[in-house]
């Protein structure tokens, strides 16, 4: 069983729904960023999505774009991206890894190299912003052999008539988007995006985690409660960029975390 | 014949959106649906008389078209070889190509009902274009411009604002083209339904990057007539300036399959094609990348991280290009050069000494590559430079490059 399903059929045997949490590779700094990660699971976190930074992240807002930017200042790479991950599981071999990101940095590294790589650093999952269905010959299905998930991003946009394009290759879980926007915009309702889970839900039995415009406990408790998780990025990473002490963001993310497994 | 349809170079992209290993779809899944509506649509659209009787109606009253093919005697005397005529699309309504591909895609978003038009500019000719449709039909118009570029285009600026634009500087990146681009797409992904993301390139997610060439082809079709009527035969050479490669696109299209014809793209070579990426050759200085929807050639680093181009023409300031000029640049079909900044500039002047027309600096390029190999041409080599721009929007760029202070122009 892949670390990210161990981890969802932990979680359903205790009735509670996931929280994950989204932080930028190398921002401020690599260290930072590895004394983060390791903090995160002992503050609730359940899965651990980690941003691979890229000059042009065409679906993020300001929060997200700036966090790449001082990643890449500070000389931030795919590269030692993966090599945080390596470091990261010395000391924690269950939590899930999705890295999230665009695809060229992963075209540039070459696909089957960069699989190989992601593979051996113990990466579990792929969250490629750019690559809808139509590309799934690119990364999503060479990925799928080597044993990682693409999880695949749902939209309001994607309805009845797309959402049977959507689901067929994709694994590890479903994310959908509760907004039409930019990753740290504004937010939707639970009742609308309850509706929409449920609607996924009809056509797939992976777990359908809900991210985008959730900023506190409350909201990761409420979309929590109608999905099978909660995804938060931007507040976390503006914390981050705040120039917050690793602590104070990890009792941040312990709030959120405590919100999503409260639902 | 059958055998030539199956030959033709004239017939991609395939359904995918590739032209052999370009182009594509890259876009977010909250993009797709609406990708996907509008590929129809066109679809729709290419085939019904009633749109083109349309388009052909605004093209001719409103654009000014056909515009007219020149014989620049005095630069062909300049050069002392090829025959030089250029395509006059500077003298179309708002001063470029531009106007051609925006008419068509807000007759399109009109179709399918949408009454947000969005936009990105680098120099403001794809802004004002845009501006000035929105104008005519009484559309909502929201154009992106990177705040380096609201500088250094300023005219442009004024006149989307008369127009009734909504100018948007943008400030993220290093605030030029590319950057203007990300911004217009954060825009659509948010206000999908209502709104009309009107690209100003042979780039972007497919269909835009064959729809975009196809309104624009109305540039070569009328040089393939025009040459006709006043030499009675094909040019030997066509040449036009690229930085996404729209107006390059619509003049080499029509003449892909005609074989006799040399076909020759020109790149902004900034500051000279270096290691430092001061220029914006993606094709002589980059390498295949995937970037706003598309695969194609780009310039950037060894983490396939986006770099920012330089040149002084900012409607060539673009890390990217056409995929379609990527993939007729990896099969042989045309060439791709570059000029320097400096190089541009001399040819800028040249065009308003001898012939008395005040060039964009966009063809500029174009023409300071024709300084380049007309005089080794014979004299009887017909030589098409499609002149796509006017340069009014310039003045105070040339004005800085060449010192000359425009505060206190009495000197």
């Known amino acids: ?263 | 014949m059958a055998t030539d349809m199956f030959n033709s170079l004239m017939n991609g992209p395939d359904e995918q959106g590739r032209f052999g290993d370009f182009g594509g779809r890259f876009v977010s899944e909250t993009l797709m649906p609406l990708i996907l509506d509008l590929e129809a649509e066109y679809e729709k659209a290419k085939t019904d008389p009633t749109f083109w009787a349309e388009m052909d109606d605004l093209w001719k009253h409103y654009v000014g078209r056909p515009s007219p093919l020149y014989y620049a005697d005095r630069l062909t005397q300049e050069f002392g070889g090829a025959k030089i005529y250029l395509k006059r699309d500077e003298l179309n309504h708002t001063g470029a190509h531009k106007i051609n591909n925006v008419l068509g895609q807000i007759l399109l978003a009109r179709r399918m009902g949408k009454t947000r038009i969005i936009a990105e500019t680098g120099a403001g000719q794809h802004g004002v274009a845009t501006a000035t449709v929105c104008a005519k039909f009484g559309l909502k118009c929201v154009v992106y411009m990177g705040a380096h570029d609201v500088e250094r285009q300023a005219p442009n600026v004024f006149r989307m604002k008369l127009l009734g634009a909504e100018v948007v500087p943008v400030t993220s990146g290093r605030g030029t083209l590319k950057d203007a681009m990300n911004d217009a797409m954060r825009d659509w992904v948010t206000y999908v339904d209502e709104t009309f993301y009107c690209i100003g390139t042979v780039a972007g997610p497919h269909p835009y990057p064959a729809m975009v060439r196809d309104f624009q082809s109305i540039i070569g079709k009328e040089v393939k007539t025009q040459i006709m009527e006043a030499e009675g035969r094909l040019p030997d050479s066509v040449v036009a300036c690229i930085g996404g490669g729209s107006n390059a696109m619509g003049l080499f299209y029509p003449f892909l399959d005609d074989k006799s014809v040399r076909i020759i793209g020109v790149e902004a070579g900034g500051k000279g094609v270096n290691d430092r990426m001061e220029h914006c050759a993606s094709l002589t200085g980059g390498r295949p990348g995937v970037l706003h929807g598309n695969r194609t050639y780009l310039l950037q680093d060894d983490d396939g991280q986006i770099l920012e181009g330089h040149s002084i023409s900012a409607g060539l300031d673009y890390p990217g290009i056409g995929p379609e000029h990527s993939w007729l640049h990896d099969i042989g079909r045309a060439e791709y050069v570059s000029v320097t900044d400096t190089e541009a500039l001399d040819a800028f002047q040249l065009s308003c000494r001898t012939e008395g027309i005040i060039p964009a600096l966009e063809p500029s390029h174009a023409l300071a590559h024709v300084a380049k190999i007309a005089g080794d041409l014979p004299s009887d080599h017909l030589l098409v430079m499609n002149m796509c721009g006017r340069g009014d929007k310039d003045i105070f760029t040339v004005a800085r490059a060449l010192g000359w202070d425009m505060s206190t122009s009495d000197a």
């Open chain 1, 1 to 263: 069983m892949t670390r990210i399903a161990a981890k969802f059929a932990d979680l359903k045997s205790q009735g509670k729904s996931a929280f994950v949490s989204y932080i930028m590779a190398g921002d401020p700094d690599y260290d930072t960023t590895l004394a983060v990660m390791n903090g995160l699971p002992g503050a609730g976190v359940d899965i651990i999505e980690l941003g691979a930074p890229f000059t042009d992240p065409m679906a993020d807002g300001p929060t997200i774009q700036l966090a790449g930017q001082r990643a890449l200042d500070g000389g931030m790479t795919l590269k030692k991206t993966l090599q945080l991950v390596t470091e990261f599981r010395k000391t924690d071999d269950t939590t899930p890894i999705v890295l999230m990101g665009y695809y060229n940095p992963i075209y540039s590294h070459g696909v089957d190299a960069f699989l190989v790589d992601a593979k051996a650093a113990g990466v579990d999952g792929l969250i490629v912003v750019d690559l809808p269905p139509e590309e799934d010959s690119e990364l999503c299905i060479p990925a799928g052999k080597a044993g990682i998930d693409f999880i695949r991003l749902t939209t309001p946009t994607t309805d009845e008539r797309r959402l049977p394009t959507v689901l067929p290759n994709t694994s590890g879980f479903i994310y959908y988007v509760a907004i039409t926007g930019i990753t740290g915009s504004g937010s939707a309702s639970p009742e609308t995006v309850g509706r929409e889970v449920a609607r996924i839900k009809q056509s797939t039995d992976l777990p359908v985690c809900v991210g985008f415009g959730i900023k506190t406990p409350q909201d990761a408790a409420a979309m929590a409660a109608v999905a099978d998780g909660a995804v938060v990025g931007s507040a976390i990473v503006q914390k981050l960029a705040d120039g917050d002490s690793v602590e104070t963001v990890l009792d941040f993310v312990k709030d959120l975390a405590d919100g999503a497994h409260s639902a």
